[in-house]
């Protein structure tokens, strides 16, 4: 299978399958901390690429106001299910778009990248152009949140591995599985991840297959790429509770400050 040359390749082929894999994976181990920071916010939210909604709704029912943003149209979709079904439409609103060039006028105090958004840029240009836009729309003061998925470099190369095997239980369920090969382009810091999912209803077997792609910076590389942007460090985290960085965490979440006074 060819490599991915776009961070946003694969995503819609991803839709289906996207919260299926994430209840399995990481589930909602990463929403209190979001939630906790929006409650804080004293105003609305963006959410860069927010998908399905797995972040944003779950702030909106805490009472936040959350614009989430995605250049994905299946994944919006089923956001947009979700929220119609939650009856948020007053509290989370959703916006097709590219986080390279974020289309709002108006200042957010809290813009959040959450669960590796940042990594789907593969290229240094569009890291950089995306911290631009960011501090663009962001108050003064105004606080930018983002996890980085750690240390993917360092996964092991496999080829055909069942990863993972299930039910997805709603109308009309299906049986679902995972198998995937992870490959490794260390000149360029990607990782490749092959996926290729089965869904199977009674006699009827459909399969889709794709890759995403992901670039990893270590967190001291990213620390000094948002200051070149404008940014104060003021938190690096290694947990969902608050608890310090170090190189072998196993989350790494970066907190910074929009500069209150200066430019880029």
Excluded at 220 to 225: A, E, F, G, H, K
Excluded at 233 to 261: N, Q, S
């Amino acid at each position: 299978m060819s490599s991915t040359h776009e961070g946003w390749e694969g995503w819609d082929e991803y839709a289906p399958f996207y919260d299926w894999e994430n209840a399995r994976t990481l589930g909602r181990r990463d929403v209190p901390f979001w939630r906790q920071l929006a409650r804080h916010a004293g105003g609305p939210v963006l959410e860069l690429g927010c998908g399905t909604g797995r972040i944003a709704l779950p702030l909106g029912r805490a009472g936040a106001s959350v614009v989430g943003l995605d250049r994905s149209a299946p994944m919006l979709a089923r956001a947009r299910q979700r929220v119609r079904r939650s009856r948020l439409q007053g509290r989370v609103r959703l916006v097709r778009g590219d986080i390279r060039l974020l289309p709002f006028a108006g200042a957010f105090p809290l813009v959040i990248a959450p669960y590796g958004v940042l990594q789907s840029l593969l290229r240094e240009r569009d890291l950089a152009l995306t911290l631009t836009a960011v501090h663009a729309v962001l108050e003064p003061g105004g606080t930018f949140g983002m996890e980085l998925v750690a240390d993917l470099p360092s996964w092991k190369e496999y080829r055909r591995r069942l990863s993972l095997s299930g039910w997805r239980r709603r109308v009309g369920g299906a049986h679902i599985t995972l198998v995937e090969t992870v490959r490794q382009d260390r000149a360029r810091r990607l990782t490749i991840f092959d996926q290729e999912f089965t869904e199977r209803r009674g006699r009827i077997r459909r399969m889709r297959r794709f890759s995403l792609t992901f670039r990893t910076l270590t967190v001291p590389q990213m620390t000094r790429r948002l200051e070149k942007a404008g940014f104060e460090v003021t938190a690096v985290l290694g947990d969902y509770r608050g608890g310090p960085w170090d190189p072998r965490a196993e989350v790494w979440i970066i907190l910074a400050r929009r500069k209150r006074h200066g430019n880029i």
